[in-house]
């Protein structure tokens, strides 16, 4: 019987890459709220298992050797569970490649450009129109690439993988960031598919009740806090 992975979470689109993997995954885990509106990110005990103070971070009780393993950083926590369950993780060098190439492309890319459009759009102290235009045209380009490898593929990485969880969260995303997916047909299609496995809905879901107990007066308020954190 596989040793629940511990969870350190809160639900916004970098925790949803964890949280969607051990949905599709079935493997057993704890969820662990990293509360980032009231600065649980910040404490000496979470410190010692994300030095960088960023969610998800995950403690692996069963990890290389029997002895325990924790990781941070949501690729490196995506890349680990794809090698030791052997799940949407391909084994084949080519086909792993591929695969890597998109996990890297949306940690470098798609995730802080959507964050930076996110913020400079509706959280920054001042409008900012060159902040805004600037990343607002940058997350367009970047869709335009995902739309043109999905016109050839039905997945990024070919099949559906730890990339096209690694991207979900920050698509879902795409009003606030100023784009339409009506405006790139292969990544909606892409979008839909993606967001009506019952695994990715109840990834997620994990943690919006905790969200709702932060009693932000609206929906952007709650925003704000998600949007408030580094993107990565």
Request: hydrophobic letters at 35%.
């Amino acid at each position: 019987m596989t040793t629940p992975i511990e969870l350190y979470y809160w639900p916004t689109p970098n925790g949803y890459k964890v949280s969607i993997y051990l949905e599709e995954a079935g493997v057993p885990y704890n969820v662990n709220y990293v509360n980032i509106g009231k600065g649980d990110q910040f404490k000496p005990d979470f410190l010692k298992i994300s030095p960088n103070n960023r969610m998800p971070a995950i403690v692996d009780p069963d990890g290389p050797g029997g002895e325990p393993i924790s990781v941070f950083e949501s690729g490196a926590i995506l890349q680990y569970l794809g090698r030791k369950f052997k799940k949407f993780y391909p084994e084949n060098e080519r086909e792993r490649v591929a695969v890597e190439e998109w996990l890297f492309w949306q940690v470098g890319g798609l995730g802080p450009m959507a964050g930076q459009a996110h913020h400079f759009r509706n959280y920054a102290p001042e409008k900012i129109e060159y902040g805004i235009n600037r990343y607002t045209n940058e997350v367009n380009r970047l869709y335009g690439v995902m739309d043109r490898r999905l016109a050839d593929a039905e997945y990024l990485g070919g099949a559906y993988s730890i990339a096209d969880m690694a991207s979900i969260g920050w698509v879902r995303s795409h009003e606030a960031q100023g784009q339409s997916l009506d405006d790139f047909p292969n990544l909606k299609r892409w979008y839909e598919a993606v967001m009506a496995r019952p695994a990715v809905q109840k990834g997620i879901a994990v943690g919006q009740e905790e969200r709702a107990k932060m009693n932000l007066s609206t929906d952007k308020d709650a925003q704000s806090v998600l949007f408030g954190q580094k993107a990565r």
